[in-house]
């Protein structure tokens, strides 16, 4: 039902959104839609390391300590 959309159909959307929003309003609508996007990926970029290094520390084994004990010689 709802395909790809053709240049025509597209042309048709760019008209009715120009007509209902004007066309003062639509670079102030755009320019908060580039900044939301910019903080999104931001945002991304500081949870991903923190994501990456869970799945690291579950998948390394545990490593055994190993405790050398010294010999005291009594006199």
């Known amino acids: 039902m709802f395909?790809?959309?053709?240049?025509a159909e597209?042309?048709?959307i760019v008209v009715?959104?120009?007509i209902l929003f004007g066309h003062n309003k639509i670079p102030g609508m755009m320019k908060n839609l580039a900044?939301?996007?910019n903080i999104?990926?931001?945002e991304l970029k500081k949870t991903e390391p923190k994501a990456q290094?869970?799945?690291n520390a579950k998948k390394a084994p545990a490593k055994k300590s190993t405790v050398?004990?010294?010999s005291v010689k009594k006199k």
Do not use: M, P, Q, T
């Open 3 to 7: 395909g790809r959309f053709g240049w």
């Open 35 to 37: 900044d939301g996007l």
């Open 16 to 18: 009715l959104v120009v």
């Open 53 to 55: 290094d869970k799945k």
């Open 10 to 12: 597209i042309l048709v």
């Open 68 to 70: 050398v004990k010294k």
């Open 40 to 42: 999104f990926k931001k």
